[in-house]
């Protein structure tokens, strides 16, 4: 079968650890909680988590030909994502990023940059985009895709009838730029409200909002951690709540957000119910360690939506 989703980016490998207080405090070992290594990344993260409900998925990026590398492909083949366009790149490290996460669940992450920003697109890419049903990119920022080349991968998918999603993490100074080069060929954007603000310079997510659809977004869903999320889609724009959960690590929240939205429009659902499920779909990835914490299946995730209890609007 052809993939559903095609989701295209950052894939890097996360490293989380949990309760960490005070770095280097002691050469002893300490025994901590739990120590969780996951594929990861706007696309890779999202990948994972929208296999996880099962979206068939095929990933588009780049890792390196170490270790790490090596278990980033297994680790998302282990959950049915097709890696057939995930480059290996000879001699290079695979973005990797270290996650240390307190009792509290505030995080300090460390990240080392590798092959994740050679992400490019190809014939073959281009073949994947018209065959996808949806197409999530994340690859703002990559050199080889930014500046036209993202652009023409999302508005192939377009021409060829795809919904496009897109995500970002720690834009630059040029992803405005770009983004006006994609916006117009993108149904949701999706980023987090600390990305919004940045990226618009606008005081509050109401205004970024707008910001976004006058660059030629479609619709809006802005994730606003804890407070839940601001959903912008034709014409209408109101807030979802979060769900009220103690969360271990809320590491690929946003990610999970993302997949969840993609995962459930692609069963039907509209799009407003589509972010309630995603709601609840990072609401289960916060209650547990890394990329998938203690999310399941579809099934499981749906029940969990009506069931949990949704916190203050
Ligand atoms: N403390 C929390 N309690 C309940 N739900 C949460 C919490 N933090 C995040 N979420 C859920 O996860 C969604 C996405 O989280 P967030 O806004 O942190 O995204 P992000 O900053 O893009 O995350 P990422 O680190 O994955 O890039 C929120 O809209 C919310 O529904
Ligand atoms: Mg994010």
Not at 67 to 85: H, I, K, M, P, W
Not at 179 to 186: I, S
Not at 191 to 204: H, V, Y
Request: glycine share 12%.
């Amino acid at each position: 079968m052809e993939s559903a989703l095609l989701a295209v980016g950052l894939t890097t490998l996360d490293i989380v650890a949990r309760p960490i207080e005070d770095l280097t405090r002691t050469e002893r070992a300490i025994l901590i909680e739990g120590i969780v290594c996951a594929p990861a990344g706007t696309a890779g993260g999202a990948a994972m988590v929208a296999a996880r409900l099962g979206t068939p998925t095929r990933i588009l990026g780049a890792v390196g030909d170490d270790l790490n590398g090596r278990f980033v492909r297994e680790g998302l083949e282990a959950f049915g994502v097709d890696t057939g366009l995930l480059a290996t790149r000879p001699g290079q490290t695979t973005s990797t990023t270290l996650l240390t996460v307190e009792a509290s669940g505030r995080r300090s992450s460390f990240h080392a940059p590798g092959a994740a920003s050679t992400a490019a697109v190809d014939e073959a890419a281009l073949g994947a985009a018209r065959r996808a049903r949806f197409v999530h990119y994340g690859g703002i920022g990559a050199p080889a895709l930014d500046g036209g080349a993202g652009a023409e991968l999302l508005k192939t998918a377009k021409d060829f009838g795809a919904i496009v999603t897109c995500d970002l993490i720690s834009p630059r100074r040029s992803a405005p730029d770009e983004l006006k080069r994609l916006l117009p060929y993108v149904d949701y954007f999706m980023p987090s409200a600390a990305e919004a603000t940045f990226l618009t310079g606008a005081e509050d997510l109401e205004a970024a909002v707008e910001q976004f659809l006058a660059w030629g977004a479609g619709g809006c869903i802005i994730k606003d951690g804890g407070r839940g999320s601001l959903v912008a889609l034709a014409g209408t724009r109101r807030r979802l709540p979060a769900y009220a959960i103690e969360p271990a690590d809320t590491t690929s929240c946003g990610d999970s957000y993302c997949a969840g939205f993609i995962s459930a429009l692609g069963r039907g659902w509209t799009p407003l119910e589509a972010c309630r499920f995603a709601t609840a779909t990072a609401a289960l990835v916060a209650l547990g360690l890394g990329t998938l914490g203690k999310l399941q299946g579809f099934e499981e995730t749906a029940e969990a939506m009506r069931t949990m209890t949704i916190g203050e609007a």
